[in-house]
């Protein structure tokens, strides 16, 4: 970390080129001895990135930000701050604490919090910012998380880790896989918490990492605007869990849960045997990753359009349902659709025989602010387009 970023002529500087090219900005020479041209470009990308991301950092004077790819990897504020409201307890040790800004959060919700970060340039920034923040509860150790609790008779609440993910090959991974390895040391986390929370990118299968860990208490799947940003993992140091509770959230101009109990999701579904009429329910991609495609209709009183396709229809509209909703203005055979002309509408593809950028291109259709052409399926497999008109956004 090197302090004379923050030197009030180069807080300045960095301000007044908010708005350059980075690239050149890096290339140019940099008008200070002390701060060389790629650290103040590193700045200018990094504040950028922050500005929606990160809104209280951003707008906060004399921040250090770290690499850019720091800012890329760490949570947004929107995600912080809903997983705060998982700690129990006063006190709360972040073992991989990054950036710092889920730590800047838990420790809004206890009364101490340790923030440990192996990279002692990151460390050093953490601990600068928490306290440019004015959160004063927040301890940063230069340390392996791991290893400090191996070390110590110290014990806490609650215990937060963000394992990363060290393979690429493939879609699908195992927490077995990521650094630091939480299934190989489950026995000391419980050892020396209440609860631990652990936080997964979505692509980690809910069925695989319930197997995983065992004893899960809760999972948590958070979205915003429709995608899927993580996966939380809450186990409690308590009695064994017959069946943990799977919470799909959405976090967006207002916050939306729809929660059950894992084995819940294993029933029926109405299904619509009728030409779609009345609204048509698109559910969030938070709704999809946990698997409860007949459990939405069931809560939700909807009908299933088809047994494969995850849209519903119903005659009503019920604002609470975390997903868009579109209100159906008419059915198109489609075998009727070459007839249609002047076709407008941002095109959806669900289960449907063909790409959506090949059906644009294929019948002109135009876009649409507010119209919608659904192509899908629907009773006795037939393909079909709802031309509709949407009522409620993500």
């Not at 940063?140 to 609440?157: I, P, S, W």
Request: charge should be neutral; charged fraction near 25%; hydrophobic fraction near 40%.
């Amino acid at each position: 970390m090197n302090r004379h970023v923050l030197d009030s002529e180069v807080q300045e500087y960095i301000k007044n080129h908010l708005n350059d090219d980075v690239h050149k900005l890096a290339m140019s020479k940099s008008p200070f001895k002390q701060v060389d041209s790629k650290e103040l470009a590193n700045q200018v990308a990094a504040k950028n990135k922050s500005a929606k991301k990160l809104p209280t950092w951003y707008k906060t004077e004399s921040i250090y930000y770290p690499s850019l790819l720091s800012i890329e990897q760490c949570s947004s504020e929107t995600t912080a701050a809903y997983k705060a409201n998982l700690a129990i307890g006063d006190s709360l040790i972040d073992l991989t604490g990054g950036f710092g800004v889920d730590s800047y959060y838990f420790a809004k919700a206890v009364k101490t919090l340790t923030h440990c970060e192996i990279n002692v340039d990151l460390s050093e920034i953490a601990a600068h910012n928490a306290e440019v923040l004015e959160q004063l509860n927040i301890r940063c150790l230069a340390e392996n998380g791991l290893a400090l609790l191996e070390n110590t008779n110290e014990t806490f609440d609650t215990i937060y880790v963000d394992p990363a993910r060290r393979s690429t090959v493939g879609k699908v991974f195992m927490l077995k896989d990521c650094t630091p390895n939480v299934v190989e040391h489950l026995n000391l986390l419980l050892s020396k918490s209440k609860r631990i929370i652990i936080k997964t990118a979505p692509l980690l299968d809910i069925t695989a990492g319930l197997k995983e860990l065992g004893n899960v208490s809760e999972v948590h799947i958070v979205s915003v605007k429709n995608e899927c940003k993580e996966l939380l993992w809450v186990i409690d140091n308590s009695n064994s869990v017959k069946q943990p509770k799977i919470t799909a959230v959405t976090l967006n101009d207002s916050q939306k849960e729809f929660s059950f109990l894992k084995g819940e999701e294993e029933t029926e579904a109405a299904m619509l045997n009728d030409i779609p009429s009345g609204y048509l329910y698109e559910p969030d991609t938070a709704l999809l990753k946990s698997g409860a495609f007949n459990l939405i209709a069931t809560k939700f009183g909807l009908k299933k359009l088809h047994h494969q396709t995850q849209l519903y229809v119903s005659d009503h509209i019920d604002s609470s349902f975390p997903g868009r909703i579109f209100k159906i203005k008419q059915i198109i055979p489609a075998g009727d659709l070459k007839k249609e002309k002047a076709l407008k509408g941002n095109v959806i593809v669900r289960n449907y025989r063909d790409k959506a950028e090949n059906l644009v291109k294929k019948y002109k259709i135009k876009p649409d602010n507010h119209k919608f052409l659904i192509f899908t399926q629907g009773v006795n497999d037939s393909y079909l387009i709802i031309d509709a008109e949407i009522v409620q956004h993500y």
